[in-house]
């Protein structure tokens, strides 16, 4: 369809979850900038083929995903800017404790492989159906289960259960197995 | 509340076999993570549009104007030495 005022405004709208999708993806936030803007440029360059009434952000997802997987996996990423170019990319700096989980969280995250990465971000925080985030990756509803599944397992693994001093000074986790009672 | 203690001496593998046989991962750790992810994410959202995504879409005209602007970042890549 062509490029109307309200299709422009509903990208724009687009543009703050597209950043945090390539920031999750990319560890960095500079790169990631460069991916939205690359995406908006092939959103427009391709306007004609976005079926009028289809799901937008899912289309710029597709496209944001397939530049990150092509050109970005490319080049090696950086560890050193997966621990520490994220933080500067925030406006407030959360305090020390809170900001050192969330340093374990980002690293633990760039630790899953990228087809569990994607498939976390995509249902976890981005709030797509299974069914969308299927379409995005080109793969199966069921695939896209299963990857959220293992990538929750791992990060847990990662996160409350290697990482045991969380939960007490004698290398025990205490696991809820009950629940609320 | 009930807790049972997991015995996290051993490796990964070990330890997620533990977790599998204590009826899967528990309700808790799994909050915690979505929580941690959601937060992560929203923090970038709540930045809004930079500005210079915003001038962006309003400066291209369509799908031409994409194109060129698209060729000149490629050849401002190249020449920075960036790729």
């Not at chain 1, 990208?11 to 908006?40: C, K, M, W």
């Not at chain 1, 374990?104 to 976390?120: G, H, I, T, W």
């Not at chain 1, 995509?122 to 985030?133: K, M, N, P, T």
């Not at chain 2, 750790?29 to 970038?44: C, E, K, N, P, T």
Request: net charge neutral.
């Amino acid at each position: 369809m062509p490029l109307t005022d309200s299709l422009r405004d509903d990208i724009l709208a687009s543009v703050p979850s597209l950043r945090a999708f390539a920031i999750s993806l990319s560890g960095n936030g500079d790169r990631a900038d460069d991916l939205v803007q690359e995406t908006l440029l092939r959103a427009i360059a391709n306007i004609d083929s976005f079926q009028p009434g289809s799901n937008l952000p899912a289309w710029l997802f597709t496209i944001l995903r397939n530049l990150f997987r092509s050109d970005y996996r490319k080049r090696r990423r950086e560890v050193e800017d997966a621990e520490g170019n994220y933080a500067k990319t925030l406006k407030t700096q959360p305090a020390q404790n809170a900001h050192l989980e969330f340093e374990e969280f980002r690293v633990a995250l760039d630790k899953l492989p990228q087809d569990q990465r994607e498939a976390l971000i995509l249902v976890g925080a981005s709030g797509f159906s299974y069914e969308d985030a299927a379409a995005i990756c080109g793969c199966a509803v069921g695939t896209i289960k299963s990857r959220v599944n293992r990538a929750r397992s791992k990060l847990s693994a990662l996160l409350y259960v290697d990482g045991a001093e969380d939960f007490g000074p004698d290398n025990t986790v205490r696991a809820v197995i009950g629940g609320n009672s | 509340m009930k807790y049972k203690v997991l015995n996290t001496r051993g490796s990964v593998d070990d330890i997620m076999k533990e977790v599998k046989k204590q009826g899967g991962l528990n309700a808790e750790i799994q909050s915690r993570i979505g929580h941690q992810l959601r937060a992560m994410y929203d923090d970038v959202v709540r930045q809004g549009v930079p500005d210079r995504f915003a001038e962006l879409i309003r400066k291209l005209d369509g799908p031409e104007a994409a194109v060129a602007q698209a060729a000149q970042t490629d050849q401002a890549a190249k020449t920075d030495g960036r790729d």
